[in-house]
Nanobody
Framework: QVQLVESGGGLGQAGGSLRLSCAAS????????MGWFRQAPGKEREFVAA????????YYSDSVKGRCTISRDNAKNTVYLQVNSLKPEDTAVYYC??????????????????WGQGTQVTVSS
């Protein structure tokens, strides 16, 4: 079992930055790939970014590529999402999720076994 708790959301201004954190419980955090997804009102949950266990391999959606950086600190059982150049369309609930070793397509939500409760990000123009 992995429990995930997101933090760092809030109100941001267009052009600004936010850093989201996701703290994981358990001793096996380093064995999971981690991902960030988001869901805007009235829209489906969409992939934002993912990072493999080692922290070296990362993936980004086209909508955030160049503006977001995902990173992890396995010693702290934490994964981060830095979002720069915020846009109003970044407004959403952001979720972190954990995928066991071996899951190939980290852009698919069905490949994740554990999810956090989400943190709201609201970007004003």
């Amino acid at each position: 079992q992995v429990q995930l708790v997101e933090s760092g959301g809030g109100l941001g201004q267009a052009g600004g930055s936010l850093r989201l954190s996701c703290a994981a419980s358990g001793r096996t955090f380093s064995s999971y790939s981690m991902g960030w997804f988001r869901q805007a009102p009235g829209k489906e949950r969409e992939f934002v970014a993912a990072i493999r266990r080692s922290g070296v391999i990362t993936y980004y959606s086209d909508s955030v590529k160049g503006r977001c950086t995902i990173s992890r600190d396995n010693a702290k059982n934490t994964v981060y999402l830095q979002v720069n150049s915020l846009k109003p369309e970044d407004t959403a609930v952001y979720y972190c999720a954990a995928a066991p070793e071996g899951r190939i397509r980290l852009s698919l939500s069905r490949n994740y076994d554990y999810w956090g409760q989400g943190t709201q990000v609201t970007v004003s123009s």
